[in-house]
């Protein structure tokens, strides 16, 4: 620890001396959206939680006009496919 006191940069080796261990959960999509459980441990200090900054308004509003722009998207694929699909049956 005294050895990386003070620092310009973080690097790959400091890193890896740090961290213990990284734990990956499955995948969960039951709110439509795909969430993702990570826990760092780290050497010293055990699990170390990451407290994700609030979201403003402004950023709340860019992110669901993004998820508009995916679901209709995803919409117009789903109807693509659905007409080729009838075309190649014909």
């Not at 620092?7 to 959206?33: Q, Y």
């Not at 459980?37 to 403003?56: A, C, H, S, T």
């Not at 950023?59 to 995803?74: F, I, Q, T, V």
């Amino acid at each position: 620890m005294r050895r990386y006191s003070e620092f310009d940069e973080l690097t790959v080796r400091m890193l890896n001396e740090f961290v213990e261990k990284v734990v990956v959960h499955e995948g969960d999509k039951s709110s439509g959206k795909r969430v993702q459980k990570v826990d760092v441990y780290l050497n010293f200090i055990g699990r170390f939680d990451f407290q994700l900054p609030e979201k403003n308004a402004e950023e709340l509003g860019a992110e669901y006009e993004l998820d508009e722009k995916r679901r209709k998207a995803r919409e117009r694929q789903r109807e693509y496919r659905e007409r080729r699909k009838t075309k190649k049956v014909a």
